[in-house]
């Protein structure tokens, strides 16, 4: 074998055993990897209006920016912090601000600032991210929702969701919070054991792959 052939053949061999070990870690600590992201997910919309109301607006603006494409951003279907109401209607935006009220309004000081997405993604994504820690003591022992109740989670949101996109009824604040905390919880117990039982498998086939590997 050539010196190029053996380096080639030892890069490959690095590469392989730096993936393998990427895997293992993922395998053994998804459950506070994802824990993670879905509080940076939740914890980001949250702080919006903190960011806006300190002056750090252009920390804010990247927020609201970067959760455009996964929310509609409605103002009226918004929570606002640091202003008269936790949330205010579309005629009470246009009483307060006039009649063209922009499609992602921010807020301004007399009304406070709104969240980055709206009612029902802030509280999917909080009970997503309570959920996932609850999940904690019982991944061991929590067996998968079975698929039939986890669809009669979802009617809750997609009756309030295609009743208001229909134009039979305008949803409330309440219905969005309680249809978005049924579906995150409902994500998690379906989603969660089987990922834990697949993750377990993988730990399983590398210590066995370990255990099998040639010595030296």
Not at 87 to 104: A, K
Not at 187 to 198: F, K, M, T
Request: charged content about 15%; hydrophobic content about 50%.
């Amino acid at each position: 074998m050539s010196q190029r052939s053996s380096w080639i053949s030892q890069k490959v061999v690095h590469l392989a055993a730096l993936l393998n070990r990427i895997v293992h870690v993922v395998a053994k600590h998804w459950l506070f990897i994802v824990n993670s992201v879905m509080a940076l997910q939740a914890g980001l919309p949250l702080n919006t209006p903190v960011l806006m109301a300190t002056g750090r607006v252009s920390a804010a603006r990247l927020i609201y920016t970067l959760f455009q494409p996964l929310c509609h951003q409605l103002p009226e279907r918004s929570f606002f912090l640091f202003g008269s109401q936790f949330s205010y209607t579309l005629n009470e935006l246009e009483r307060f601000i006039g009649p063209d009220v922009p499609l992602r309004y921010i807020g301004d000081p007399s009304i406070g600032y709104k969240m980055a997405v709206c009612q029902r993604d802030i509280a999917t994504y909080v009970a997503i991210s309570l959920a996932g820690l609850a999940f904690i003591p019982l991944r061991h022992r929590l067996k998968p929702l079975p698929f039939k109740a986890f669809l009669l989670f979802c009617i809750p949101i997609a009756i309030d969701g295609f009743g208001q996109l229909f134009g039979f009824w305008e949803s409330t604040s309440w219905s969005r919070v309680a249809s978005g905390a049924l579906f995150g919880v409902a994500c998690v117990w379906l989603a969660y054991p089987y990922i834990e039982a697949g993750m377990r498998d993988v730990l399983k086939v590398i210590s066995s792959e370990r255990d099998h590997a040639p010595s030296g």
